[in-house]
């Protein structure tokens, strides 16, 4: 697989610093996010000693750490530090997985939180370490699939979405989708297995379809056009947060972001309804998968006009539709590399094998009907 791009904190920080984010603090230390929450405790306390200097003398009492969340990548720690003035302050310190940055860009991921933060989107950096970062505390619960279906959540989220998609950010505005796509597919044909089950079934996947699925779509979306955007990229529930006292939302994470197309970040955005179970026949008893095609376009109304959603075209609606649910198949063949890659070099106890074949399956399940629909749009456009 060849050497691993590893995530260094002091050139990460010595960049943060170059690009103009003050007071970003750095340390080599690293911590193993598989300990358990009373082992990794006393390391997260000396980690944030190290970093910030005005809590170096104070008594661990003073500290106490708790998990915010879990994925199947990061692990979010809460840090409450009792400082000498009384105040209670606290933090979030964000653990990657063992590997992570062998499909994360991090010096990307860095480049957009600033300009991201400025814009009031996510959490403000404040320290990089061995793996991982140190940003303000969001007070706000993530949320769950359920809820991005409902309907005042949908239509805040969409009109969050489309002004991150109107923030810049300096460097190169192609978009990634291919150029990710590309380097996974390369990855993930490449691997060999040390468990024996687990190198069967990779054996029972054909790269050279894959591959082929890959170019078919590029080609059939390269018509759309789309709009390139700064994309998330990710924006499943857990990305998502809720301070239902405020009524705010929030949108954190940026580890996946990148200049993309408009559809593919909506249409990623609509697949992750179906959580980390992959339950496409999720929920409402919807045809294939969720969001209902109701639902999708009471998400573009909030989206194309958020000031005036029901004065949104027929014309304009059908058009974010086809160009969503096209993208879609991008998603479910994005994620599914991501998942066998994921199989092979993370030590997190989760089914990437299983994701993978989810994922692929459900782009082979839907690709007859999103390409039929793409094409009959196409054809009436006078695009093909």
């Known amino acids: 697989m060849g050497a691993l791009n590893i995530w260094n904190a002091m050139e990460v920080a010595s960049e943060a610093s170059e690009n103009s984010i003050s007071q970003i603090a750095f340390s080599p230390l690293s911590i193993d996010p598989s300990l358990s929450l009373p082992q990794i405790t006393p390391h997260v306390i000396e980690l944030c000693k190290d970093l910030f200097k005005k809590w170096s003398k104070l008594e661990d009492s003073r500290f106490s750490v708790e998990t915010v969340s879990g994925g199947i990548t990061n692990l ?21 997985g063992p590997n992570t940055d062998y499909v994360i860009n991090r010096e990307r991921e860095l480049q957009a939180i600033k300009y991201l933060s400025t814009a009031g989107f ?41 002004e991150f998609h109107q923030v810049e950010i300096p460097g190169s505005k192609e978009p990634q989708l291919w150029n990710d ?10 691997l060999e297995f040390d468990d024996g089950e687990k190198q069967r079934i990779y054996e029972t996947i054909s ?10 779509l590029k080609e059939l979306t390269g ?17 998502i947060m809720l301070n239902e006292e405020e009524d705010k939302l929030y949108f954190i994470d940026f580890e996946y ?27 409402s008893g919807c045809e294939y998968r969720c969001p209902s ?24 609606l059908e058009a974010l539709y086809v160009e969503a649910n096209t993208y879609m198949l991008a998603s479910q063949l994005y994620w599914a590399l991501w998942g066998i890659i994921q199989a092979k070099i993370s030590p997190i106890d989760f089914d990437y094998v299983g994701y993978f074949f989810l994922r692929y399956n459900e782009y082979k399940k839907q690709k007859e009907k999103s390409f039929s629909l793409a094409r009959s749009y196409l054809s009436g456009s006078g695009t093909v």
Request: charged share 25%; hydrophobic share 35%; proline share 3%.
């Open 76 to 96: 979010l720690l809460k840090v409450s530090v009792k400082e000498d003035n009384g105040n209670n302050v606290s933090v979030t310190v964000r653990l990657y």
């Open 181 to 190: 796509m590309f380097k996974f597919f390369e990855k993930a044909s490449a």
């Open 293 to 316: 095609k109701d639902e999708q376009y009471h998400f573009f109304r909030h989206y194309l006009q958020p000031d005036n959603p029901q004065e949104v075209s027929e014309k304009d």
């Open 257 to 283: 972001g990148s200049y993309n197309y408009r559809g593919y970040d909506i249409g990623n955005h609509f697949n992750e309804y179906a959580g980390y179970d992959c339950d496409f026949s999720l929920l």
């Open 223 to 239: 018509l759309f056009n789309a709009p390139v955007v700064f994309s998330h990229n990710d924006l499943l529930s857990g990305n």
């Open 122 to 162: 996510g959490a403000n950096l404040l320290a990089v370490f061995g793996n991982g970062m140190v940003q303000s505390f969001i007070n706000a619960r993530t949320l769950t699939p359920l809820d991005m279906k409902k309907p005042k959540l949908a239509a805040e989220i969409a009109k969050q979405l489309r």
């Open 207 to 216: 790269f050279k379809e894959i591959k082929n699925e890959i170019i078919e």
